[in-house]
């Protein structure tokens, strides 16, 4: 049986990891998309180190647990002078993580569209830059609303290797509240429901956003 007293005993605690469990989902996004829009754009440039060096990072985090980054992050930069706490260490393996999974969306995506628009982008004036920020880009990432929406998801789930490194996450406070009740399966399960009111509704937004664009063309 579920002990409701658990909740309502360390309610703040939750809430502490909730709060902290989004802000390090919406940071490691805003930051994944970014960098992986960017290595996408290096896969594709007509620059063939930028190839190699976009396929590398793709290969090599998609290749590794998320557990390895993470570590790097929170015990490799603090050897190179830099002593980032234990939310920021975990937030920036999240991001670099997750972004080889974008990068690799949206170049399918740049993919797809058709290459007439690149040389009548390219005919009419406009640099490979101008070409890919304002014709190429715009529609490709359109195009994969719906697979980001999905690693979004997965971001959201992922965080929880915050708790490994202290990193103030649900799962961490999660491990703290059945640290202090030892009601194991009571802790966990409301961990659990709080997870799922974060997925849910992200879940059902990404399929109406789907079925939107979809009708959309």
Do not use: H
């Not at 594709?44 to 590398?56: Q, S």
Request: aromatic share 12%; net charge neutral; glycine share 8%.
């Amino acid at each position: 049986m579920i002990n409701i007293t658990v909740l309502i005993n360390y309610w703040d605690l939750y809430f502490e990891g909730i709060r902290n469990t989004i802000a390090a989902s919406l940071l490691a996004l805003a930051g994944s998309f970014a960098l992986g829009t960017l290595v996408a754009v290096m896969r594709i440039a007509p620059v063939r180190p930028l190839n190699w060096a976009g396929a590398a990072y793709v290969e090599f985090f998609r290749n590794i647990p998320l557990l390895l980054v993470v570590y790097s992050f929170y015990f490799g930069l603090p050897a190179l002078g830099i002593v980032p706490n234990e939310f920021i260490s975990g937030t920036l393996g999240l991001m670099v993580y997750t972004s080889a999974y974008i990068a690799e969306a949206i170049r399918a995506g740049i993919l797809s569209v058709p290459g007439g628009q690149t040389e009548a982008a390219r005919s009419s004036g406009l640099t490979y830059t101008q070409t890919m920020r304002y014709v190429v880009l715009p529609q490709a990432i359109k195009i994969v609303i719906p697979p980001i929406c999905n690693q979004f998801l997965n971001l959201v789930k992922n965080s929880s290797i915050l708790g490994v490194i202290a990193g103030l996450d649900l799962m961490y406070f999660g491990d703290l509240v059945n640290a202090e009740t030892y009601d194991t399966v009571s802790t966990y399960a409301f961990v659990a429901i709080f997870y799922l009111f974060l997925t849910i509704p992200l879940s059902f937004a990404s399929r109406a956003l789907e079925r939107r664009l979809a009708r959309s063309g």
